[in-house]
């Protein structure tokens, strides 16, 4: 699979009753062996950004910059559980409402090495996922 973007957005409330303003979506666009793009969106608790150093590799949120842009968690998340988990490609949306879930993601893996994955994709414009392609 290669991975064109992944972008992140905090979520706001489109009605006032609404609960959306206590999530983040990170979408990640990508094209499978045919050539064919696609979209996986995660959806999570804004709250987990909070205790971002006791979930995570990484001790602040924008976790890096590139170019002098920052690079926040919701940016990239998207793109980290698609490569924890690539099963997801088959999945259109993930929602994670449970810390333990959470924290899963990012078990076994660097802040070096998603830097490095996330400084690929926006230097190259693409980045080849080693995961199932269809």
């Given at each position: 699979m290669i991975i064109t973007?992944?972008?992140g957005q905090e979520l706001e409330k489109s009605?006032?009753?609404?609960?959306?303003d206590f999530f983040n979506r990170s979408v990640v666009t990508y094209k499978v062996k045919a050539g064919k793009e696609r979209s996986f969106s995660l959806l999570y608790l804004r709250y987990f950004e909070e205790k971002i150093a006791e979930l995570t590799p990484f001790n602040e949120d924008p976790i890096f910059e590139i170019n002098n842009q920052p690079v926040h968690l919701r940016d990239v998340i998207g793109l980290i559980a698609l490569n924890k988990h690539p099963?997801?490609?088959e999945r259109h949306r993930v929602y994670i409402n449970e810390e333990?879930?959470?924290?899963d993601l990012f078990k076994g893996i660097e802040a070096d090495e998603i830097q490095q994955m996330i400084t690929h994709l926006y230097e190259k414009g693409q980045l080849n996922?080693?995961?199932k392609e269809s």
């Open positions: 973007s992944c972008k009605q006032s009753n609404s609960p959306e099963e997801y490609e333990n879930q959470f924290a996922l080693h995961a």
